[in-house]
């Protein structure tokens, strides 16, 4: 199922190698896209560099996307594998060159003892996303940052429905105790 | 939760609940900074024309068109056509098809591949 008339007549210039229609569907669906990188790796020129890939991506393998999906869970899905390959290479850099001491520093971080104000607050619970496994914050990013189902979220990361919500179980629970007195004053 | 309460091995719904509601508030919606599908667009043709994925991951991170185009240079002098272009005297086109931008004269092109050189 093509998302609407216009995204299918897009793709279908798009293969026919319109670069005009390329660029529509990039400046239509880059936010989609953005929240999935941003809520993966964060801000900055890694998430830029991701986000181009994914569009990249996308283009040279028009010829593979059937129209199964929407193209926007089509598009996050290609942005989701590469948030997680760049994840995957930047943990093997830092295993290379990260030292015993700087993992320990981490793991002791006196500021978790206090309530911080609002700036360091949400530094704090990105820190602590960003300290799940690759496979949680994705579960994470999908369900709860971008509120999709759990059905959409298994059929993105191509996983079982029963998978999505058992790392979704572990990964809130990681969340609550490393966020400590910010989880228990948080209300909504 | 006492030191003598058990670790719940399942998360509540409510907790879960709370989780979203404490990331969605940290985390605002985000996007791209500006030219991002001007960006997108330089990166699609220059992978277009087999550009060094090393030359091309500097250049999008310098944000730099110049620096795009300079190895999208490169990679026409390393894929060996650049002489045949600049016979044909239609580098102009095939510059302006590599980058996707303004076209770009012979010295330009010169002058951006060794300032990405350099």
């Given at each position: 199922?093509i998302?609407?008339?216009?995204?299918?007549?897009?793709?279908?210039?798009?293969?026919?190698?319109?670069?005009?229609?390329?660029?529509?569907?990039?400046e239509?669906?880059?936010?989609?896209?953005?929240?999935?990188i941003?809520?993966?790796?964060?801000?900055?020129?890694?998430?830029?560099?991701?986000?181009?890939?994914?569009f990249?991506?996308?283009?040279?393998?028009?010829?593979?996307f059937?129209?199964?999906?929407?193209?926007?869970?089509y598009l996050?899905?290609?942005?989701?594998?590469?948030?997680?390959?760049?994840?995957?290479?930047?943990r093997?850099?830092?295993?290379?060159?990260?030292?015993?001491?700087?993992?320990?520093?981490?793991?002791?971080?006196?500021?978790?003892?206090?309530?911080?104000?609002?700036?360091?607050?949400?530094?704090r619970?990105?820190?602590?996303?960003?300290?799940?496994?690759?496979?949680?914050r994705?579960?994470?990013?999908?369900?709860?940052?971008?509120?999709?189902?759990?059905?959409?979220?298994?059929e993105?990361?191509?996983?079982p429905?029963?998978?999505?919500?058992?790392?979704?179980?572990?990964?809130?629970?990681?969340?609550?105790t490393?966020?400590?007195p910010?989880?228990?004053?948080?209300?909504e | 939760?006492?030191?003598?309460?058990?670790?719940?091995?399942?998360?509540a719904?409510?907790?879960i609940?709370?989780?979203g509601?404490l990331?969605?508030n940290?985390?605002?919606?985000?996007?791209?900074s500006?030219?991002?599908?001007?960006?997108?667009?330089?990166?699609?043709?220059?992978?277009?024309?087999?550009?060094p994925?090393?030359v091309?991951?500097?250049?999008?991170?310098?944000r730099?068109?110049?620096?795009?185009?300079?190895?999208?240079?490169?990679?026409?002098?390393?894929?060996?056509?650049?002489?045949?272009?600049?016979?044909?005297?239609?580098?102009?086109?095939?510059?302006?098809?590599?980058?996707?931008?303004q076209?770009?004269?012979?010295e330009?092109?010169?002058?951006?591949?060794?300032?990405?050189?350099?």
């Amino acid at each position: 199922m093509i998302e609407s008339d216009d995204d299918a007549a897009l793709v279908a210039r798009a293969r026919r190698g319109d670069d005009d229609a390329c660029r529509r569907l990039v400046e239509r669906h880059q936010a989609a896209v953005a929240r999935t990188i941003f809520g993966m790796l964060g801000s900055g020129d890694d998430a830029d560099d991701a986000g181009q890939d994914t569009f990249v991506r996308f283009f040279q393998s028009l010829d593979t996307f059937r129209g199964e999906s929407s193209l926007r869970t089509y598009l996050v899905r290609i942005a989701m594998t590469t948030a997680l390959n760049a994840l995957r290479s930047t943990r093997r850099r830092e295993l290379r060159f990260v030292s015993d001491d700087s993992a320990l520093e981490q793991a002791v971080d006196p500021s978790a003892l206090v309530v911080p104000t609002d700036d360091a607050r949400a530094t704090r619970i990105r820190h602590a996303l960003g300290a799940l496994t690759p496979d949680h914050r994705a579960v994470v990013v999908l369900r709860l940052l971008e509120e999709r189902s759990t059905r959409e979220t298994a059929e993105i990361l191509q996983i079982p429905d029963g998978t999505v919500l058992s790392r979704l179980s572990r990964a809130v629970l990681q969340l609550r105790t490393s966020l400590g007195p910010v989880w228990e004053e948080f209300t909504e | 939760m006492t030191d003598h309460d058990e670790v719940p091995d399942r998360a509540a719904d409510d907790d879960i609940v709370r989780a979203g509601g404490l990331l969605r508030n940290a985390m605002p919606v985000a996007s791209f900074s500006d030219g991002f599908a001007d960006r997108t667009m330089a990166r699609l043709a220059a992978a277009r024309v087999a550009i060094p994925p090393a030359v091309l991951r500097v250049a999008a991170m310098q944000r730099s068109f110049r620096l795009l185009a300079a190895a999208a240079a490169i990679a026409i002098v390393a894929l060996g056509v650049h002489n045949t272009v600049i016979a044909r005297g239609d580098n102009t086109s095939i510059m302006e098809a590599a980058i996707g931008l303004q076209p770009v004269s012979a010295e330009s092109v010169l002058s951006y591949t060794s300032e990405a050189l350099q």
